[in-house]
């Protein structure tokens, strides 16, 4: 049997190497449109400040080396231009000259490729590059070492949020330009915005709800009618799959143009397969199909669909959709769905915001963690959670990972064991201590607004109480619109209080707050907890806070 | 109505706080026979070496404090001495004076207490401590700084762990003396090797299967016939529950003295409840009654006894038991089930050694992560599993906990979605691999053979094929007895390899021996893979290895 692999990255190699594996008298023949294979996408941007030194280290293996460790027949450079489902034949340009490759079984596994947004002058520019493959790499550093001193960044997405973290480490002066309204798109607003503040901290220029209209003579001219001097431009606005071949040859594809596969990854033709970025898989919670394009599944997907190939029981199962990626000092992580995608299901769900520490308080070293969980506004299933912080974001993302998988409710996030000493964490981890607050608000004992929705209360008539000391209020700022009441001495003003207007409390990460609520409830008061109180709202809201 | 709790550390005071939050107008009354409540248990060993500097921070909260936010009339420095339920009573010291206090619910959170070895001369000695709160701290700091050199540590579970690395880093020379024949009894003992190892190598001396038979003139005789001096000696060989008072009450205790309660902490008398470090709790895997005494447990469990007894249904679920302690820049991390219980449960169960790193390997400053999983052979149903690492060992052993409590199968491993990016991962997590490497010994793809089995295997006729480099054998050196065969020319030798013998192929890691394993079984041979391979090998039996 001869078994065609079109792409040799995440999902084509791993598809490769585990038919090896399963079988030695299988061929098996990988084409690669690009001159590496096996290559690590994800090290690219670290390449570019010397973060990753070695430019070998950009290459995971190579086609010698899989040829005399699995016999795969690896043809790089060689151009998939079409494919005959009913001749099971393919065509294919190497070195100028076209080839039939006739397969018993066809594997695709094309990737995708960076959106280039239309820009006037983008045409005639010399120095826009995009950053998805090692000749993308190569491009920029000969750039970069032609006495670049400046440089943009268009779309704050992952790609666009790590290429402006090694282009400043480099010495460039950068500029990330976004045409959305915050940065990292699979954040919410709040949880991105502490990745902005890191950002800007370390000199880069941020432009929110920004459009690049021209691009000429090393300046971009942008939407808000300022003008950004850069020796090279990054576009990184986002991926879209490699499936034209595809389509042409009659396979069905979908939204934006991912193929459909079956759960064990059958095109819509008669022996061939798909994998990887250019799929669509169910995501599980909505069960709606959609495009995960990350690294992880693809090389999930391509182990499987050898599996699938060699007559093992293995199907997809879907997605839920995790992502992690650093700025400078800090990390942003997010799992299952986010603030939008919730919205545009129509799911009712609760939110929980939590700031702790990466670790228990009186061991040094520790450093702040704000975590944020949705979940089902009725019966507590889980639906998303995102995590920033400079120490284990990824933990407890994680964490969240596997419990919104197993389908746990926020009332099973107290009972997680998690492992605890002073060194990794507490012995109430923010993760039980999210389960805790949502539980609360699912059994009533505790109700919360969210930073976005209080200013508006506030115009309708709640009193705001902000129970923190005045110390505090000093230092970090106030509230708009909020009344001073310490918590400690709260108990002694329950008579000031106005009984006919809702109340909404306040401290700084919302722990005091909520004893506040619970004081005053018990007291019989109509009482909201700001949730994430001050940490959330003022990073929200930078501008709002007054000093 | 009137609440009393004994103990104020973790369980107690969590109960007390809990109740207030639900209840204003109840009296809650916390009696300590320590001078301190609410105090940083975890934090003690970390203050003998100044990485905890400030002895405020291993207080939490104040007596004062407790009563001014929450209202709370803490009473420290008063031992209960008897308990009457049917007068619904205690009787309780301080400062000399008996008082007897009514309750109309009372909660025992009375905690644990060190153990004593019976070793001769412990009577008369005065430099012999524990180590399990502040005035224990204060003794061995007043001890230190009396000019001590030398210590002894005797109990290598985690507080004598802690307890050797902060001696040493204070310059102490310090012996580690355990009876067992590994340490930490929490681990298995090859994973526990890594950890003596760097132990071993920060210049700790390492006594295992040694007891201490005298202490005299700062200095312990062993039972292997050599002496250590020691101006100093910790006894951390365990703790025990603190229920004399419930038992001479007459409340029903269990295994050890531990309390018996039910799923809502209900103890065998009316209207006492118990909670923390001095209950049974059961075993969610054996379904056995077993204590578990660690900090956040025992927070949740006072958490919840308030909710009990304020209406709210809750309803202690069980546990897996999680922990885990850092050795010098070392963590060992456990959950679930180890070797021994598996063994002792009568559960048959495989088992999975992978060594990965603590993220991919092409990104700077990553660190050998070990990682083990144990599994039902049959359900693949999760047992339990072990991580050792510099980095994220946490991040693993939190993940499988999470795996393992929802009841998930080795198989789903493959599937969870965790956080990637180059700094945080690999695109395979260490997790993924578990799933793959044991969903491979459940479908029969692949067989594997422990640590511990293979010289007798070999001894019995089996033979050992090693397929790493000739270069890698010279630097770490040789399995006993096993033939080298590079993998890569593994497929030009197979004519020369015995057919009726059973094979065993090792490689570093198990990763390469795994592809020669595929490669063999395809040809039709009998054939196993060492699990863990070289470097679990060389962990377990470091004396046997062959340079």
């Known amino acids: 049997m001869r078994i065609v692999i079109v792409g040799g990255v995440a999902g084509g190699m791993s598809a490769a190497t585990r038919l090896r594996r399963l079988s030695e008298d299988t061929e098996i023949i990988v084409l690669d ?11 690219l941007p670290y390449y570019l400040s010397g973060t990753i030194k070695d430019r070998d280290q950009l290459v995971v293996e190579s086609p010698e080396h899989l040829r005399q460790r699995f016999r795969i027949d690896v043809r790089p450079n060689t151009q998939v231009t079409a494919i005959d489902p009913d001749k099971h034949q393919l065509t294919a340009v190497a070195g100028g000259k076209e080839a039939r490759i ?8 094309p990737g995708s490729t960076a959106t280039i947004p239309t820009i006037k002058g983008l045409g005639t520019a010399d120095n826009v590059f995009t950053l998805r493959n090692i ?79 021209e691009i000429a003579n090393h300046q971009l001219k942008l939407s808000d009618g300022t003008t950004v001097d850069a020796d090279l431009v990054i576009l990184a606005v986002g991926v879209h799959p490699n499936t034209d071949t595809a389509q042409q ?4 594809t979908g939204p934006r143009g991912g193929i459909v596969v079956d759960d064990q990854y059958r095109t819509s033709a008669p022996d061939i397969y798909a994998v990887g970025d250019a799929i669509l898989v169910k995501q599980l919670i909505t069960g709606k199909l959609t495009s995960i394009p990350l690294a992880s599944p693809a090389n999930r997907q391509g182990r499987q669909v050898a599996d699938v190939i060699m007559g093992l029981n293995r199907r997809n199962q879907g ?17 299952g769905l986010n603030r939008r995608q ?24 520790g450093t702040p963690l ?22 284990s974001a990824d933990k407890r993302i994680d964490v969240l990972s596997v419990a919104i998988k197993a389908k746990m409710s926020i009332s099973d996030l107290p009972e997680l064991e998690l492992s605890y000493a002073p060194p990794f964490g507490s012995a109430k981890d923010p993760v039980n201590m999210a389960g805790y607050a949502g539980e609360n608000l699912l ?39 909020a009344v001073n009441i310490p918590l400690d001495s709260l108990r002694d003003h329950l008579d000031e209080l106005p009984k006919n207007r809702p109340l909404i409390v306040s401290c700084r990460s919302g722990q005091r707050s909520y004893l506040a609520e619970r004081i005053l409830k018990n007291d019989g008061f109509d009482v909201k907890n700001l949730d994430g109180a001050f940490l959330t709202y003022s990073a929200a809201y930078p501008e709002r806070i007054q000093h």
């Open 443 to 481: 059994e009533g004992l505790s109700d919360n607004i969210q930073f976005d929705q209080v200013d508006d209360a506030v115009r309708n008539g709640a009193y705001l109480i902000d129970v923190r000391s005045p110390k505090e209020l000093q230092r970090d700022g106030r509230l708009p619109d």
């Open 102 to 109: 006739d397969y018993d079984r066809l594997i695709l596994a």
């Open 370 to 391: 704000s975590l944020k969980v949705m979940f089902d506004a009725k019966t507590g299933q889980l639906y998303g959670a995102q995590a920033v912080g400079k120490v």
């Open 249 to 252: 040859a009659g396979i069905k």
């Open 135 to 213: 000749p993308d790499v190569d491009r920029i550093m000969a750039s970069l070492n032609h006495d670049a001193k400046t440089a943009a960044v268009v779309g704050a997405g992952s790609v666009g949020i790590e290429a402006v973290e090694n282009l400043t480490k480099r010495g460039i002066e950068t500029t990330l330009i976004e045409a959305g309204d915050h940065i990292l798109p699979f954040m919410d607003e709040e949880m991105a915005a502490l990745v902005s503040r890191e950002t800007t901290q370390h000199g880069v220029t941020l432009k929110l709800n920004t459009r690049v209209d």
């Open 319 to 335: 997605g839920i959709g995790t992502a992690i990626v650093r700025s400078f000092d800090m990390a942003a992580a997010s799992t």
């Open 33 to 43: 449109k690009g001159p590496y294979v096996s290559f690590a996408n994800c090290a």
């Open 342 to 365: 919730l919205d545009e299901a129509g799911i009712a769900y609760q939110t929980i915001h939590i700031t702790g520490q990466s670790h228990a308080a009186y061991y040094p070293g």
